[in-house]
């Protein structure tokens, strides 16, 4: 099956300061890569998605870039702010598995 | 539209006792999952439902039962409870279908604990 590992664990940043996660994925048919923002005792919640034909995506602070080759994707995160801080979860989707596997999470906290 | 609802919120059981969390959805989903989050481990996938009357295994799915008999309603079984199961539960629903993903949105999850 798919297995998604994610890097960091935990990462600290000044606040105004960029922030890269980055993750990898074994199944070479995955074609669909959320990214999850969860705070604390909060479900988990979409801020980004790209799809497997897409190379690049960006939303404002947020942008996910896809390497297909390499199985690599990445959330980068510009000037960041303190309610940015949370638990970052990457995740890809098999289609033909029908299921979604997630990355085992990144503590982002934004430092004043 | 509520979204993804979930039922109890908290809930304590002991060693061996069974118990359903409820979910429910009322955007016509097709697409149904539960997962369980547990420190350092991410979201891991129990069980799933790509229709009414379809389920199927996730990554943990021992220990675990689960039926779609409607689109809206997706209950997860705990037949025996263990102090492993202890976890936090989201159950999320998507419009994905015939392999095609989506967003999939989560309910705000039952914290479980077994003594």
């Known amino acids: 099956g798919e297995n998604v590992e994610q890097h960091p664990s935990t990462l600290s940043v000044q606040?105004?300061?960029?922030a890269v996660i980055k993750c990898t994925y074994s199944d070479s048919a995955s074609n669909y890569?959320?990214?999850?923002?969860?705070?604390?005792?909060?479900?988990?919640?979409?801020?980004?998605d790209i799809r497997s034909n897409v190379g690049e995506k960006k939303d404002q602070r947020i942008a996910v870039t896809l390497n297909k080759t390499a199985k690599h994707f990445s959330l980068h995160?510009?000037?960041?702010?303190?309610?940015?801080?949370?638990?970052?979860?990457?995740?890809?989707?098999?289609?033909?598995?029908?299921k979604l596997t997630f990355g085992t999470g990144t503590q982002l906290k934004v430092e004043l | 539209n509520a979204g993804v609802?979930?039922?109890p919120k908290f809930q304590v059981l002991k060693t061996g006792q069974s118990m359903t969390l409820q979910c429910a959805q009322d955007m016509n989903h097709e697409y149904m999952s539960w997962y369980r989050q547990?420190?350092?481990?991410?979201?891991?996938?129990?069980?799933?439902?790509?229709?009414?009357g379809i389920t199927d295994q996730g990554e943990v799915p021992n220990g675990y039962n689960v039926s779609r008999s409607t689109t809206e309603d997706f209950p997860l079984r705990l037949l025996s409870a263990a102090p492993s199961q202890t976890s936090v539960y989201f159950c999320?629903?998507?419009?994905?279908?015939?392999?095609a993903a989506d967003t999939q949105y989560f309910g705000p999850g039952t914290r479980l604990t077994v003594l």
């Open chain 1, 77 to 98: 995160i510009t000037e960041t702010q303190p309610e940015d801080s949370a638990v970052y979860f990457c995740a890809a989707f098999t289609g033909g598995g029908n």
């Open chain 2, 92 to 99: 999320a629903s998507s419009a994905a279908s015939g392999g």
């Open chain 1, 15 to 18: 606040e105004g300061d960029s």
């Open chain 2, 5 to 7: 609802t979930q039922t």
């Open chain 1, 33 to 48: 890569f959320p990214w999850y923002k969860q705070e604390l005792g909060k479900r988990p919640q979409l801020i980004i």
């Open chain 2, 38 to 52: 547990d420190p350092g481990m991410g979201l891991r996938l129990i069980h799933y439902s790509v229709g009414a």
